[in-house]
Structures are given as structure tokens and as C-alpha cells.
Nanobody, 127 residues
Framework: QVQLVESGGGSVQAGGSLRLSCAAS????????VGWFRQAPGKEREFVSY??????????TNSVKGRFTISRDNAKNTNTVYLQTNSLKPEDTAVYYC??????????????????WGQGTQVTVSS
């Protein structure tokens, strides 16, 4: 079992930044790929970003490319994946969830491939 806890959300003005964290416990996190998803009120959950278990592969949805950066440092065994969010826009407002699956994902944007989910952290961006 892997337990995931997100943190770092908050309320910021447009153009601001937040660093979201996804902390894992229960097992060595180095073998798990991680995806970030978000869900805004009244909308479907959508894929945001992905990092492979090695950290060698990353993906982003088009709307956040150039503004968000996903990262991990397996060498430090922090069991944490980060999502740096910059130049935030009101349309980024949502609950952000991290999810994990062991090893890689052939289709990182498919939420059904992930076995473990966190409880979410709220990001609110005002104009």
C-alpha cells in the first residue's frame, strides 16, 4: 500500500506561483510513476502532468506547458514529487490530486491506470 498526501495548495492572484507536493509513505516511492490531475467545480477531472518512476520522462497537458514543472529526486529518497506552478491563471483553479502506479504508464493521462490517489489540495487563483 502507498499513501499519498498532497500539500502546498492555497489562494494566489493571477501570475502567482505555488509549489505542490505529493508525499508518499508505506513503500519505497522510487518505483512509482506519478501523475497530477485536477478537477474544477462542475468539470471532469483532467490530466495535468506526469513523471516516470526514473524521472526520465515527463509530460504536460498543453494548457500548462511552459508554466508548470514536475520533478522528483529519487537519489535523496525524499518520497516526494513536486509540481511547481508558475504564472497561474484563474482557469487553473481546481482541486489538484496526485496519483501513483508502480513503474511506468503507457498512457500517463489515463486516470484508470493509477492505483493510489491522494485526498487533493485546493488551488484558487483570483484575477
Amino acid at each position: 500500500q502507498v499513501q499519498l498526501v498532497e500539500s502546498g495548495g492555497g489562494s494566489v492572484q493571477a501570475g502567482g506561483s505555488l509549489r505542490l507536493s505529493c508525499a508518499a509513505s508505506g513503500r519505497t516511492f522510487n518505483n512509482y510513476s506519478v501523475g497530477w490531475f485536477r478537477q474544477a467545480p462542475g468539470k471532469e477531472r483532467e490530466f495535468v502532468s506526469y513523471i516516470s518512476w526514473t524521472g526520465g520522462n515527463t509530460y504536460y497537458t498543453n494548457s500548462v506547458k511552459g508554466r508548470f514543472t514536475i520533478s522528483r529526486d529519487n537519489a535523496k529518497n525524499t518520497n516526494t514529487v513536486y509540481l511547481q506552478t508558475n504564472s497561474l491563471k484563474p482557469e487553473d483553479t481546481a482541486v489538484y490530486y496526485c496519483a501513483a502506479r508502480r513503474y511506468g504508464a503507457t498512457t500517463p493521462a489515463d486516470a484508470r491506470l493509477y492505483d493510489y490517489w491522494g485526498q487533493g489540495t485546493q488551488v484558487t487563483v483570483s484575477s
